[in-house]
Antibody, heavy 121, light 110 residues
Framework: EVQLVESGGGLVQPGGSLRLSCAAS????????MNWVRQAPGKGLEWVSQ????????YYGDSVKGRFTISRDNAKNSLYLQMNSLRAEDAAVYYC??????????????WGQGTLVTVST | QSVLTQPPSVSAAPGQKVTISCSGS????????VSWYQQLPGTAPKVLIY???KRPSGIPDRFSGSKSGTSATLGITGLQTGDEADYYC???????????FGTGTKVTVL
């Protein structure tokens, strides 16, 4: 089955760190760009970061730049998000999403079920 | 960070049609293509439209998309109760090197 499964969410204090993982299965992980997208409770979607298939090209949203690090291990079919200096506003469900590229553009065609990150004392 | 603006909510009776607009700046939209995502309550988003107006396999033709300049539109015809969800537009800004989601629109079937 083609799927993405996130893990690693939980409760962390402000200023703390957390590492999210996303396990991919059912497709050739190493040939796809991957993303992290988050959604704060009751709020809309916010793109967090994107990594190319090889890991050589990485982009971040302004709100996490310098604090979060995206990475991947193609041998393990896994995507990661290292989150440091966490703030209350980082609390959200974090989704792992695959980018599928047509001849014209890339869109997020496969999503995991999400993992909840809570930032609180 | 740039945003794409959508109306907070739209509603219509079963069988009717709704349209959802998505507007942004030239630096966000430019000549970039738009995707549309549906998020049913308590679930992950699902792509409905890509490349402005194309539907992935399995998406019914009740869903359509278009784009002109710095705005895009999602149309849903033959509205069903199962269409009640949040809808988001999204685009990759090649100039800003970021992916931008719209503010989201809640569709209510009356």
């Amino acid at each position: 089955e083609v799927q993405l499964v996130e893990s690693g969410g939980g409760l962390v204090q402000p200023g703390g760190s957390l590492r999210l993982s996303c396990a991919a299965s059912g497709f050739t992980f190493s040939t796809y760009e991957m993303n992290w997208v988050r959604q704060a409770p009751g709020k809309g979607l916010e793109w967090v970061s994107q990594i190319s298939d090889s890991g050589s090209t990485i982009y971040y949203g302004d709100s996490v730049k310098g604090r979060f690090t995206i990475s991947r291990d193609n041998a393990k079919n896994s995507l990661y998000l290292q989150m440091n200096s966490l703030r209350a506003e980082d609390a959200a469900v974090y989704y792992c999403a695959r980018s599928y590229c047509s001849s014209a553009s890339c869109y997020r065609d496969l999503w995991g079920q999400g993992t909840l990150v809570t930032v609180s004392t | 960070q740039s945003v794409l603006t959508q109306p907070p909510s739209v509603s219509a009776a079963p069988g009717q049609k709704v349209t959802i607009s998505c507007s942004g700046s030239s630096s966000t939209f430019g000549n970039n293509y738009v995707s549309w995502y549906q998020q049913l309550p308590g679930t992950a988003p699902k792509v409905l439209i890509y490349d402005n107006n194309k539907r992935p396999s399995g998406i019914p033709d009740r869903f359509s998309g278009s784009k002109s300049g710095t705005s895009a539109t999602l149309g849903i015809t033959g509205l069903q109760t199962g269409d009640e969800a949040d809808y988001y537009c999204g685009t990759w800004s090649s100039s800003l090197k970021i992916y931008v989601f719209g503010t989201g629109t809640k569709v209510t079937v009356l």
